[in-house]
């Protein structure tokens, strides 16, 4: 039996104390109140072109999903941080395997997903390799998914070098989303980070080489810019290497129209065989990612609900599905079956105007508190904008800060899933209480009294006292009961027990 109300104390607020500005990040500010980042500052025109884009919109990936078709597995640059093994660590986490598909069976695939994933908005070339370098795989199997499915979104994924040769054909193609990878815009960085490309049939090194991958990157923004395509940048940070340079190429993105900037920690491991790997760059810690992203939010929008997808990504961000769609399990004449999308499409319509509304009354309750107080709450959710997911089924949870700026999603965290075949395992419940790290609240649709108390031992206050109520409207109740002094009373089903 669960406790129907969290009991609110002292907050350790640790994400905030461990995040503070970077002090050598040139032009660093702190953070802005853009937890709203639906549609309080974007015009209507553009929303309508984000609004099923689950990595443009903040708000559409608790509803929509992505497809990664990896037909693309050539490259024409290397990346210190990419073994050509693994998926393209652009857009995947290095390690796993992608299945390559030709266009035909990606096509194929896609037909399969789609009538299955009612849920499904966008389909991505992002790898294994380069989507523009590989171009004609991506051309003919865009060409194939554009003629059966002409609603679907196409978006791609580069690391810009050939990018320019491209830019008219895509918006030919219609293809309203790119992502360009800029890690750098000083080529002494670069050389850094890139020791090799290939451009125009000739192998280039060094700093030569990433000063025409430098100009490639922003030709590349700059005509895609001029054609009125979506682009969103996509940088890796490095620390030691282009950690506080982020902040520059923050500044030339945004003079050059891009629309967000994604910045993403260096994924890096000596098993991944990658340069980086072998030689022990580390990787940065959450609240350095936390502190830049912090120092850059206001400039540009910045997306912070990234998943590092693979190549082969199938679903909901942070529910991935791509073992369920095995090629050898597609029957070889797939019939379209758009009925469960439509009907989905109906239904969010409605769910999402609703969620939003709760979202921005959740935020003035926040802000009309006048609260210096911070919290800092993890979320199990499948999507929806809801609290809507086990403790013991979440393989992630979404972390959201709570301060007088509002609500904001800061990001997620990893976690194995705790109950298998409804026994939870004590190590797991180890690695977990590490990634909840600085967390004070841990919201879930249902939690056991075993792992509740482990997680209390630990600092974290658990509780599915908020079972699927909307994420925002629960933060807020628990916002105001700890710092405005009212009771955090449930508002949705009502406790669970
Ligand atoms: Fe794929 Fe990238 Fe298009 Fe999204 S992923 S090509 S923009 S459809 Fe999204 Fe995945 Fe982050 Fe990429 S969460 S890694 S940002
Ligand atoms: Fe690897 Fe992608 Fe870099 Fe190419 S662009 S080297 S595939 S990370």
Redesign the pocket.
């Known amino acids: 039996m669960s406790e129907p109300e969290i009991k609110v104390g002292k907050t350790s607020s640790a994400l905030f104390d461990r995040a503070p500005m970077a002090p050598s990040m040139p032009g660093g500010r702190a953070s802005s109140s853009h937890g709203l980042s639906v549609t309080d500052d974007i015009d209507a025109r553009i929303w309508e072109r984000i609004k099923d884009h689950p990595?443009f919109s903040e708000q559409a990936h608790h509803y929509f999903a992505?497809m990664?078709v990896a037909v693309a597995p050539a490259c024409n640059i290397q990346c210190n941080y990419c073994n050509r093994k693994y998926d393209c660590t652009n857009?995947s986490r290095p390690g796993v395997a992608s299945v390559k598909l030709t266009p035909d069976q990606a096509l194929r695939k896609v037909l399969a997903v789609a009538s299955k994933v009612p849920e499904l908005s966008?389909i991505?070339v992002?790898g294994p390799g380069d989507a523009c370098y590989d171009w004609r795989k991506t051309v003919a199997t865009f060409e194939g998914v554009a003629r059966e499915i002409p609603d679907m979104k196409l978006?791609?994924?580069t690391n810009g070098l050939a990018l320019p040769d491209h830019v008219d054909e895509l918006a030919d193609m219609n293809i309203d989303?790119v992502?360009i990878t800029i890690n750098m815009v000083d080529p002494e960085i670069g050389a850094k980070i890139y020791p090799w490309i290939i451009h125009g049939h000739r192998r280039y090194t060094g700093i030569a080489a990433a000063g025409i991958l430098h100009e490639r990157q922003m030709l590349g923004l700059e005509l895609l810019t001029k054609r009125g395509i979506l682009t969103?940048i996509?940088s890796v940070m490095i620390p030691g290497v282009n950690d506080t340079h982020l902040v520059e190429v923050n500044r030339w993105i945004r003079d050059r129209g891009a629309f967000m900037h994604?910045v993403v920690p260096l994924i890096s491991k000596p098993s991944h065989g990658t340069y980086y790997g072998l030689t022990g760059q580390r990787c940065p810690e959450p609240f350095e990612l936390k502190a830049l992203q912090d120092c850059l939010d206001g400039n540009i929008k910045l997306?912070r609900h990234?998943?590092?997808?693979r190549a082969d990504?199938i679903g909901l961000?942070g529910d991935d599905r791509e073992r369920e769609f095995a090629l050898d399990q597609i029957s070889t004449k797939v019939e379209f079956d758009t009925s469960k999308r439509e009907a989905y499409r109906k239904l969010v319509q409605h769910e999402r105007g609703d969620q939003l509304a709760a979202k921005l009354d959740a935020n003035k309750a926040v802000k009309s508190l006048g609260s210096s107080g911070t919290l800092a709450v993890a979320v199990a959710t499948k999507g929806g904008g809801r609290i809507n997911e086990h403790f013991g089924q979440a393989r992630e949870l979404q972390v959201y800060a709570v301060s007088l700026k509002g609500i904001t999603l800061v990001g997620h965290r990893k976690v194995e899933q705790y109950c298998l075949g409804g026994i939870g395992e004590k190590a797991t419940l180890d690695h977990t209480i590490v990634a909840l790290d600085g967390i004070d609240i841990l919201l879930s649709s249902k939690i056991g009294d075993c792992p509740k108390k482990r997680l209390a031992e630990t600092g974290v206050r658990a509780s599915d006292a908020f079972s699927y109520d909307y994420i925002e409207t629960a933060i807020g109740a628990l916002y105001a009961a700890e710092f405005g002094g009212k009771p955090a009373m449930p508002t949705a089903l009502g406790p669970s027990n």
């Open positions: 990595c992505r990664h857009e966008v991505g992002a978006c791609i994924s989303h992502t969103k996509n994604n997306m990234c998943q590092q997808c990504s961000l």
